[in-house]
């Protein structure tokens, strides 16, 4: 079967026989959190934009003509760099775990301690593009400029180039320029699977690491969204246990998105803290970054 090019839909993936993924220790699932840190990157006006950022902003604001400054969205975003980042830090570190963070390069110079903490962690370091903003309507040579911006800002910050790409907003050009960086082993800018897979990018085999957008906390500040923690707590919880009995015979990845500005205040994090214990006593699942799944990957099942 022909392996899609780049933006080709490929509606049949594995079908109904998946590839079997091997993971480590015969592990029945493979767990991905990932924290996107954005704060300081969005739409504002002192970064030079002419719109405040209304999305995933804990509240839903009202249209806005341009020009207007939202003092209130920018405040609810620095919680997160501020405060959330380092509630969650703590979170994981407590019970030794880690996965990837997706950093955005601008948020990354303007507040660079965060990133590492976590990556002295163990967490991995991937790139978010360099603003958290919509490139869809960007040029190809403004979104290179950007792209290699954020893979420069996040080895400045922790002296490791990142492997992998994730980014959320992302314009037609995106993957094919994170190709052309070298050395990208990933990107997630998918949400078909619960498996990765190759896809061919520039002629050459790209590897694509699916991200999950029910298992992720974007949805308190979304209608309909979680209205609590419990909500979101309990829905990870239903798809881990599904996924964990499941993986007696056919073994997948679950990704977890999390967001400091959100999950980083007290009551949502306690119903975080309840999840990470519940994954914490089973000892047959691979808690891992989103790299350690790239290089199994590549390692076991090559291209």
Request: aromatic residues 12%; hydrophobic residues 40%.
């Amino acid at each position: 079967m022909r392996i899609p090019e780049l933006h080709d839909r490929d509606l049949i993936g594995y079908g109904a026989e998946p590839t079997a993924p091997g993971w480590p220790n015969g592990a029945r699932l493979a767990v991905s959190f990932v924290i996107n840190y954005e704060e300081g990157a969005e739409y504002s006006f002192p970064a030079g934009d002419e719109q405040s950022e209304t999305y995933l902003a804990e509240v839903v604001w009202p249209t806005l003509p341009p020009g207007v400054r939202l003092l209130g969205a920018e405040s609810l975003y620095d919680f997160g760099g501020r405060a959330g980042i380092w509630r969650l830090l703590s979170l994981f570190e407590a019970r030794g775990m880690y996965g990837t963070v997706h950093a955005v390069g601008q948020a990354v110079e303007m507040n660079p301690e965060p990133v590492r903490a976590l990556s002295a962690s163990g967490w991995e370091i991937a790139s978010h593009h360099y603003r958290w903003i919509d490139y869809g309507g960007m040029s190809e040579s403004d979104e290179r400029e950007h792209m290699a911006r954020s893979f420069q800002a996040i080895e400045d910050a922790v002296g490791v180039r990142p492997v992998g790409f994730y980014g959320g907003r992302v314009s037609l050009n995106s993957r094919r320029l994170a190709s052309e960086l070298g050395g990208v082993l990933w990107d997630g800018d998918a949400y078909d699977d619960e498996l990765p897979y190759w896809r061919t990018v520039n002629g050459e085999p790209w590897l694509v690491i699916p991200y999950q957008l029910d298992c992720n906390d974007f949805r308190y500040a979304m209608t309909p969204g979680w209205a609590d923690g419990d909500q979101f707590a309990s829905y990870l919880k239903a798809s881990f246990d599904f996924l964990h009995a499941e993986g007696a015979t056919c073994p997948k990845m679950l990704s977890i998105g999390l967001h400091p500005r959100l999950s980083g205040r007290p009551g949502r994090a306690a119903a975080l803290a309840s999840f990470l214990d519940h994954v914490q006593a089973h000892d047959d699942v691979w808690v891992c970054t989103r790299a350690d799944i790239a290089r199994h990957w590549r390692a076991v099942h090559g291209t």
